[in-house]
C-alpha cells in the first residue's frame, strides 16, 4: 500500500512570515520551515534567483528583519535534483539513487564531514526535510 504524504499545516506565525517572504522577495513559496537557527524556504523551481535577489539583498534583508539564518532551496520534483539543491552550496562529485536510497558520494573530506554532522545529525536532518515532500525516501548515505 502506497504512504501518501502528509498535509503539512502552518500556523499564524508561518503564515506571516510565508508572506513577509513572498512581498520582499517577490516570488512563490512552496514551504517554509521554522527551526531554532533559521528559517529555511523552499521555492517554486525556476525562483531561486529571484528569491535570493541581486547580490543577496533579498536574503541581507530577510536575515536582518528576522534575525535568523535564512536558508533558500528551490524545489524540483525529481529526487536527486532537490537533494542536490538542498544540500547546496555543498558540492558531490556524484549522486545516486537505488531505488528510495539516495548516495551522495565525493572525495573531498571536508564537504562529506558537513554532509553528515556529528553523530550524523546533518544527514538525518536532511532526510527529514526532504521526506516531508518525498515520504518514499527511505536514507541518504554519504560515500
Do not use: W
Not at 539513487?97 to 538525518?124: C, E, F, H, P
Amino acid at each position: 500500500m502506497k504512504k501518501l504524504a502528509s498535509k503539512i499545516v502552518y500556523n499564524a506565525e508561518i503564515m506571516k512570515i510565508m508572506s513577509f517572504f513572498e512581498k520582499i522577495t517577490g516570488t512563490r513559496l512552496k514551504d517554509c520551515i521554522i527551526e531554532e537557527r533559521q528559517f529555511i524556504f523552499i521555492v517554486q523551481p525556476g525562483m531561486i534567483s529571484k528569491a535570493i535577489g541581486k547580490r543577496g539583498v533579498n536574503v541581507k534583508t530577510l536575515e536582518k528583519k528576522l534575525n535568523k539564518k535564512i536558508k533558500i532551496v528551490e524545489f524540483n520534483p525529481m529526487l536527486k535534483e532537490f537533494v542536490l539543491n538542498y544540500i547546496m552550496p555543498i558540492r558531490v562529485e556524484e549522486i545516486q539513487q537505488d531505488g528510495n536510497v539516495i548516495t551522495l558520494m565525493s572525495a573531498d573530506t571536508a564537504a562529506k564531514s558537513m554532509l553528515i554532522g556529528r553523530n550524523a545529525q546533518n544527514l538525518r536532518h536532511t532526510e527529514e526535510i526532504i521526506k516531508r515532500y518525498f515520504p518514499q525516501l527511505e536514507e541518504i548515505k554519504v560515500m
